[in-house]
């Protein structure tokens, strides 16, 4: 037996996950971009300042249900994954 609720609910997740990895892949592209673009010119690869502006903005802006320490466990990951992308790990 299908439960329509489930099905509506997992269908909505899906649209939701899709539009993650899309919105990851682009944010791949763009940080792409700018890695060799700071490689080409001098600049350091890795700016600490902009990670935690980031995450003050980010965490300024959540209204949940996402909580603080999800937030930054989510955006640590998120940086981690990117650089392990750029690097080919």
Not at 18 to 44: C, F, M, P, T, Y
Not at 60 to 72: I, K, Q
């Amino acid at each position: 037996m299908t439960d329509s609720v489930v099905s509506e609910l997992r269908a909505e997740i899906t649209v939701l996950d899709r539009g993650l990895v899309a919105a990851v892949n682009r944010r791949l592209e763009i940080v792409r971009q700018l890695h060799d673009h700071k490689l080409a010119n001098g600049i350091s690869l890795r700016d600490v300042g902009r990670e935690n502006e980031m995450l003050a903005l980010l965490s300024s802006e959540n209204t949940g249900p996402l909580s603080e320490s999800g937030l930054v466990d989510f955006y640590s990951h998120v940086l981690d994954l990117t650089r392990r992308e750029l690097h080919g790990e």
